[in-house]
């Protein structure tokens, strides 16, 4: 009788239905998806999640072997203190305004959870990152979409004040575009805007200005990093942020107790100590880019001028999405996006000059073929 009654509790348990349970945002809500990855076994020239195709400075690779000598048997540094000094020596700031993340995904988690709460708002342009809408949909907050002029710029409008507004989030470079907005454009944001403005800068060491030092001169600025793109850490995940020393203290309340790992750590301390290394990198990277965008536009594309490792690239005349899937019978992943109102794009990372070139003789065969 007992096996028997149990055996029907695990049954009826086995048809519980999940909107009993999970809180209703999250039933209602689609989920970030990643960039295509390969499955075991599948060989593709990756040019869809901007990546650095060249491997890291071999200082990390050494920093990694020394900190693994070490064990893992205890736990990391929580703060990342190594990190937050070669931060702060590199740009010439206070250590106590630098908060590490387990990349910069885990700062804007950080971020959208110390400032926006159930109900309140959290503003991002459009087309943009998509985890910004996902991060205030998992907060059970809202969000408002603004979209970018035709020319990439900002309207007055995203600087608007509203009762509910708690946050707001600007990727420079923008993603997909690559586009930026010049410096004195944000601190006008910022000193406009009644609430915090994170300047979300995964890509601005490919460009040529950064807002970091806006930090001092407005403090509802608060700046993003990752060292996934610029730094070729992408497997590593690890991010970093500066803000005002009144921020980092609030924020440090909300993040795991210990986010970033110890080989972490020391692999992100090594890098942003190599200066050597980011200028090589960055200046092939920056080259590569800028073939790539020269000859799109010559096959018929239209490409804003990127500031990021990628480049976005759109026609009216034909679909994309063939393009998309031509490459990919080809070994070659793009991104491919479709932004209701804006349209659909492909963006593509830049990666050797062996991989372009590969890309470019494909999408070139299918334009003589289809066109």
Same mark, same amino acid.
């Given at each position: 009788?007992?096996?028997f009654?149990?055996f029907t509790k695990?049954?009826k348990?086995? %048809?519980?239905h999940?909107?009993?349970y ?8 689609n ?5 295509e990855?390969?499955?075991a076994?599948q060989q ?5 999640? %901007?990546?650095?195709?060249y491997?890291?400075?071999e200082k990390?690779y ?17 703060v990342?203190t190594?990190v937050r000094?070669?931060v702060?020596k ?5 250590p106590d305004s630098?908060?590490c993340g %387990?990349?910069s ?7 959208t959870?110390?400032?926006v709460g ?5 503003r991002?342009? #459009?087309?943009? /990152?998509?985890?910004?809408?996902s991060?205030?949909?998992i907060?059970?907050a809202?969000?408002?979409s603004v979209s970018f002029?035709?020319?990439?710029t ?5 600087f608007?004040?509203t009762?509910?507004l708690?946050l707001v989030?600007?990727p420079?470079p923008?993603s ?6 010049p ?9 406009h805007?009644s609430c915090?403005?994170?300047?979300d800068?995964?890509?601005?060491d490919f460009a040529e200005?950064h ?11 608060i700046?993003c *990093?990752?060292l996934s ?7 590593l995940r690890?991010?970093?942020?500066v803000?005002s020393?009144?921020w980092?203290a609030q924020m ?5 107790s #210990? %986010?970033?790992?110890s080989?972490a750590i020391?692999?992100?301390t090594?890098?942003i100590g190599d200066d050597d290394w980011?200028?090589?990198n960055?200046t ?10 020269e000859?799109? *536009?010559?096959?018929?594309f239209?490409v ?5 490792n990628f480049?976005?690239?759109? *026609?009216?005349?034909?679909?994309l999405k063939?393009i /998309?899937?031509?490459?990919?019978n080809h ?7 479709d ?5 659909e794009?492909l ?10 070139d590969?890309?470019?003789?494909l999408?070139e ?5 289809k066109?």
């Amino acid at each position: 009788m007992f096996s028997f009654c149990l055996f029907t509790k695990i049954q009826k348990n086995r %048809n519980i239905h999940v909107q009993h349970y999970v809180r209703p945002e999250i039933i209602a809500m689609n989920g970030y998806v990643p960039g295509e990855q390969p499955k075991a076994g599948q060989q593709y020239v990756k040019l869809n999640t %901007n990546e650095n195709p060249y491997r890291a400075s071999e200082k990390v690779y050494d920093a990694i072997r020394q900190a693994a000598a070490l064990g893992v048997s205890r736990y990391p540094d929580p703060v990342g203190t190594a990190v937050r000094m070669a931060v702060s020596k590199k740009f010439n700031i206070d250590p106590d305004s630098v908060l590490c993340g %387990n990349g910069s995904d885990d700062l804007l988690t950080i971020l959208t959870r110390t400032f926006v709460g159930s109900g309140e708002l959290l503003r991002l342009p #459009y087309p943009t /990152y998509i985890l910004y809408r996902s991060l205030a949909e998992i907060q059970g907050a809202d969000s408002e979409s603004v979209s970018f002029n035709s020319d990439w710029t900002l309207p007055d409008t995203f600087f608007a004040a509203t009762s509910k507004l708690r946050l707001v989030f600007l990727p420079n470079p923008n993603s997909p575009s690559g586009t930026v907005i010049p410096k004195s454009r944000i601190l006008e944001i910022a000193e406009h805007l009644s609430c915090p403005l994170v300047v979300d800068e995964a890509y601005a060491d490919f460009a040529e200005e950064h807002c970091i030092d806006l930090v001092e001169k407005c403090d509802k600025i608060i700046v993003c *990093r990752t060292l996934s793109k610029s730094y070729a850490l992408a497997g590593l995940r690890f991010g970093y942020l500066v803000a005002s020393p009144k921020w980092v203290a609030q924020m440090m309340k909300v993040k795991d107790s #210990y %986010n970033c790992d110890s080989l972490a750590i020391a692999a992100a301390t090594a890098a942003i100590g190599d200066d050597d290394w980011l200028t090589e990198n960055r200046t092939k990277i920056m080259a590569t880019r800028t073939r790539l965008t020269e000859q799109m *536009r010559r096959f018929g594309f239209d490409v804003p001028t990127s500031h990021a490792n990628f480049t976005w690239n759109t *026609r009216k005349d034909i679909s994309l999405k063939p393009i /998309y899937d031509f490459l990919k019978n080809h070994g070659i992943l793009v991104r491919y996006m479709d932004y209701p109102q804006w349209g659909e794009g492909l963006r593509i990372s830049v990666g050797t000059e062996e991989q372009i070139d590969q890309c470019l003789n494909l999408i070139e065969k299918f334009l003589i073929e289809k066109l």
